[in-house]
């Protein structure tokens, strides 16, 4: 009896050890360039899939190769993921645990102006007003953050944008709203005043921003969002010429514009949610 009861959790561990160091499994990907847009329909095992679809404001040498999107299924549990997330209250949806990577290889000639916008679509997840879930990025291997600029219904349609490429997945984030709308202000505040550019424009955005924050913190949020918006407007307008703008796959390049018009967006998205849910 007492070898059994060995015997079984001796398997038990050993079914966990294979499972860790077992290779995830990937995804067929099929990708079509039309223009500036680019899709790229995603199928895992399992019955897990996609289409994730990138639309950019200017770009150049788009194709399968020099996008270099990749996907796969992880591990909800896996403690290295986990780690790279924000918050214990963030976490991977076992109805889609999908881990998406874009990586142009530098020879590709990929480059692109100023942000994209990536959406992930799919149909495991089920959509509802006030749903946690978003789309979250990192560097490779690097940590998380919530980039979510929409998400819509059909099942669930969560974007983004950013002007930099990285890793992607959806995440449910139980976080407070008002923590994350802290974060994301510290985040942009902190990109402010650490890129380059003229110190009469960075004097002009972190007055816009303050603003924002004044308005936030009186929870008038439909003037921080206004304000947001005047931000944003300031970075396009300094796109390409106070402010470099470009990414190429050389990877040589700061697109400080792309960088502030995501973080400024993602911003707005969780300042109209407490706006509509409240923190």
């Known amino acids: 009896m007492i070898m059994t009861t060995l015997l079984r959790r001796f398997l038990g561990i050993a079914t966990l050890l294979l499972a860790a160091i077992a ?4 995804a067929d990907v099929t990708v079509s360039v039309s223009g500036n847009t680019a899709l790229a329909n995603i199928s895992l095992p399992g019955g897990m899939g996609a289409d994730v679809t990138l639309v950019f404001d200017s770009v150049q040498n788009l194709d399968a190769s020099t996008l270099n999107i990749s996907a796969q299924l992880v591990n909800v549990n896996d403690p290295a993921l986990l780690s790279r997330l924000p918050s214990p209250a963030a976490s991977i949806p076992a109805a889609f645990p999908v881990l998406i990577t874009v990586e142009p290889p530098a020879a590709g000639g990929l480059s692109f102006q100023n942000a994209y916008t990536l959406e992930v679509h799919t149909h495991n997840l089920g959509y509802a007003p006030g749903t946690p879930l978003r789309l979250f990025k990192a560097p490779l291997g690097g940590s998380f953050e919530d980039i979510t600029s929409d998400v819509l219904a059909g099942s669930v349609r969560a974007r983004g944008r950013g002007g930099a490429f990285s890793q992607f997945m959806i995440v449910a984030d139980m976080r ?3 923590d994350v709308a802290n974060a994301k202000f510290s985040a942009l505040d902190y990109r402010l005043n650490n890129a380059v550019m003229p110190a009469d424009l960075r004097s002009q955005l972190n007055s816009t ?8 913190n009186s929870a008038d949020y439909v003037a921080a969002i206004a304000r947001i918006d005047d931000l944003l407007s300031q970075v396009q307008a300094a796109a390409g010429t106070s402010l470099a703008n470009v990414w190429r796959a050389q990877r040589d390049l700061d697109n400080i514009a792309g960088g502030l018009l995501g973080q400024g967006s993602t911003l707005r998205f969780t300042l109209a949610r407490l706006r509509d849910f409240g923190a």
């Open 176 to 178: 407070a709203t008002n």
């Open 23 to 26: 290779p995830a499994a990937q």
């Open 209 to 216: 921003l303050g603003l924002a924050r004044t308005a936030y």
